[in-house]
């Protein structure tokens, strides 16, 4: 969803400087006596003169910009994940940073080395005091424990929150016919 609001604001900035861009070359040209180029400035004028707001015609645009503003701002509005988490350190007023993907990949990849897990993925959620941690792993039922040791022991070694909570969902894996 992000990559989408950054094309769809691309696409609409790019259409509002342009179409901006283009207004202020017609303006100009007919403040100078020109005619208007492409943009039929006359008969638009005569249009919006003759126009009231209760017509169906203006109702519907207006109705149609209003949702897509509303969609807009849901999507700004909306909790995104966190691209970086912020770990503590004791040092006063600095602050260390790390990319919670790249995170995420090491603590996976630890998992998947050291237990039996043939496959994983992991959600980290970070908290004021502490980091959530929700793992979905394919393996036997069994390795629960070792599997939630295996994340604790690689966020401990990033410097994780000390309190943060260890989620692990498993689900067995599928026997071959």
């Given at each position: 969803?992000?990559?989408?609001?950054?094309?769809?604001?691309?696409?609409?900035?790019?259409?509002?400087?342009?179409?901006?861009?283009?207004?202020?070359?017609?303006?100009?040209?007919?403040?100078?006596?020109?005619?208007?180029?492409?943009?039929?400035?006359?008969?638009?004028?005569?249009?919006?003169?003759?126009?009231?707001?209760?017509?169906?015609?203006?109702?519907?645009?207006v109705?149609?910009?209003?949702?897509?503003?509303?969609?807009?701002?849901g999507?700004?509005?909306?909790?995104?994940?966190?691209?970086?988490?912020?770990?503590?350190?004791?040092?006063?007023?600095?602050?260390?940073?790390?990319?919670?993907?790249?995170?995420?990949?090491?603590?996976?990849?630890?998992?998947?080395?050291?237990?039996?897990?043939?496959?994983?993925?992991?959600?980290?959620?970070?908290?004021?005091?502490?980091?959530?941690?929700?793992l979905?792993?394919?393996?036997?039922?069994s390795?629960?424990?070792?599997?939630?040791?295996?994340?604790?022991?690689?966020?401990?070694g990033?410097?994780?929150p000390?309190?943060?909570?260890?989620?692990?969902?498993?689900?067995?894996?599928?026997?071959?016919?």
């Amino acid at each position: 969803m992000r990559a989408f609001n950054r094309l769809l604001g691309l696409v609409v900035g790019l259409a509002l400087v342009g179409g901006g861009g283009f207004c202020v070359v017609e303006v100009i040209l007919a403040a100078i006596g020109h005619r208007f180029v492409v943009i039929p400035g006359r008969s638009w004028l005569a249009s919006l003169r003759t126009t009231s707001w209760s017509t169906t015609t203006v109702l519907v645009v207006v109705a149609a910009i209003a949702a897509v503003g509303l969609v807009l701002f849901g999507a700004e509005t909306r909790r995104w994940h966190r691209w970086r988490l912020e770990l503590p350190t004791s040092a006063r007023g600095a602050r260390w940073w790390v990319s919670s993907r790249s995170l995420e990949a090491h603590v996976r990849r630890r998992v998947l080395a050291e237990t039996l897990a043939s496959r994983a993925r992991l959600h980290l959620v970070p908290r004021r005091r502490r980091w959530k941690a929700k793992l979905k792993a394919v393996a036997p039922t069994s390795v629960r424990a070792e599997i939630e040791a295996s994340v604790r022991k690689a966020l401990d070694g990033v410097g994780a929150p000390p309190r943060s909570k260890v989620k692990v969902k498993i689900s067995p894996p599928r026997k071959l016919a």
